[in-house]
């Protein structure tokens, strides 16, 4: 089994900045794409970044140039570095890893979320 458990959420400004981590742990043997997803009061989840195990990187339009996804394999670790904040991207912000555990195939495995606010 791969749990994931997000941290670095939290109440920021407006045009402030947050940097988003997520662990993997458990039995893993490898982990391809790893992402972040958002999901705000009323509204679907949805995409914000996501990164190959080769780092390639797809962003929403909405956060392009604002925000950067990053991992470290080593670590079985992403980040997501989020500048420029505005209000409409508060939301509550999921991980998820498509992971292989040690007798598992891969699967989509997903983190309880981290609540980040942008107000002033």
């Known amino acids: 089994q791969v749990q994931l458990v997000e941290s670095g959420g939290g109440l920021v400004q407006p045009g402030g900045a947050l940097r988003l981590s997520c662990a993997a742990s458990?039995?893993?043997?490898?982990?391809?794409?790893m992402g972040w997803y958002r999901q705000a009061p009323g509204k679907e989840r949805e995409l914000v970044a996501a990164i190959t195990s080769g780092r390639s990187t797809t962003y929403a339009d909405s956060v392009k140039g604002r925000f950067t996804i990053s991992r470290d394999n080593a670590k079985n670790t992403v980040y997501l570095q989020m500048n420029s904040l505005k209000p409409e991207d508060t939301a509550v912000y999921y991980c998820?890893?498509?992971?292989?555990?040690?007798?598992?195939?891969?699967?989509?495995?997903w983190g309880k979320g981290t609540l980040v606010t942008v107000s002033s």
């Open positions: 998820k890893a498509d992971a292989q555990g040690r007798y598992t195939p891969y699967i989509d495995y």
């Open positions: 458990g039995s893993i043997f490898s982990i391809n794409d």
